[in-house]
């Protein structure tokens, strides 16, 4: 018979198996970032231009009083063009510190829980392709293929200037 601290602490383990991500959709591929790294989810919103900023920067946003950069994420991967729909979405994700940008997302799906041993390192033919980089890993979780993004590789040391400038 179990007690409850055993209960508990199996019941953690578990827990601690489980990734929360938010996933979401970009070309009608999904996407995940971890839920750590996802400081909250707005509908798009007026973007200013910044003069000279890399390509796959539209801008920036004010989001209650703090400048924000935003990317989108169809231009950084290169994919094609962006496509603005009532779901497109912007997730304010938190980089490095206080480094904060905005990704433009086709449409923001849920937050799934993913057991860890279920992501695996992108193939092969995938890891030596451009972007491949930017890849944690991919799982396939509820006949849908997710593909892990790592946000600390998506930017250079030169762009993320370019981004702490422009915000």
Same mark, same amino acid.
């Given at each position: 018979m179990?007690?409850?601290?055993?209960?508990q602490g199996? +019941?953690?383990?578990t827990l601690?198996?489980?990734?929360?991500?938010?996933?979401? =959709? /970009? #070309?009608? =591929?999904? #996407?995940?970032? @971890?839920?750590?790294?996802v400081?909250? &989810?707005?509908? *798009?919103?007026?973007?200013t *231009?910044?003069p000279?900023? @890399?390509a #796959?920067?539209e801008?920036? $946003?004010?989001?209650?009083g703090q &400048?924000?950069?935003v %990317?989108? /994420?169809?231009k950084? #991967?290169?994919?094609?063009?962006?496509?603005?729909? =009532?779901?497109t979405? $912007? &997730? %304010?994700v938190?980089?490095?510190?206080s480094?904060v940008?905005? /990704?433009?997302?086709?449409?923001?799906?849920e937050v =799934?829980?993913? @057991?860890?041993d279920?992501?695996? *390192?992108?193939?092969?033919?995938?890891?030596g392709? %451009?972007?491949?980089e930017?890849? +944690?890993? &991919?799982s396939? !979780?509820?006949?849908?293929?997710?593909v !892990?993004?790592?946000m600390? +590789?998506v930017?250079?040391?030169?762009e993320m200037?370019a981004?702490?400038?422009?915000?």
């Amino acid at each position: 018979m179990l007690n409850s601290a055993t209960r508990q602490g199996s +019941k953690e383990a578990t827990l601690a198996s489980l990734q929360q991500l938010v996933t979401f =959709e /970009l #070309f009608g =591929e999904i #996407f995940a970032l @971890p839920i750590l790294d996802v400081r909250e &989810i707005i509908r *798009p919103t007026a973007i200013t *231009p910044v003069p000279q900023a @890399p390509a #796959f920067v539209e801008g920036v $946003i004010n989001l209650r009083g703090q &400048i924000i950069p935003v %990317v989108d /994420l169809r231009k950084r #991967f290169g994919l094609a063009a962006e496509n603005t729909t =009532e779901e497109t979405r $912007i &997730i %304010v994700v938190e980089l490095s510190g206080s480094m904060v940008i905005g /990704l433009i997302v086709d449409s923001v799906r849920e937050v =799934e829980r993913i @057991p860890v041993d279920t992501i695996t *390192p992108p193939p092969s033919l995938v890891a030596g392709s %451009v972007g491949a980089e930017y890849i +944690k890993g &991919i799982s396939n !979780h509820e006949d849908k293929m997710i593909v !892990h993004i790592d946000m600390r +590789k998506v930017f250079n040391t030169d762009e993320m200037n370019a981004l702490a400038s422009a915000g």
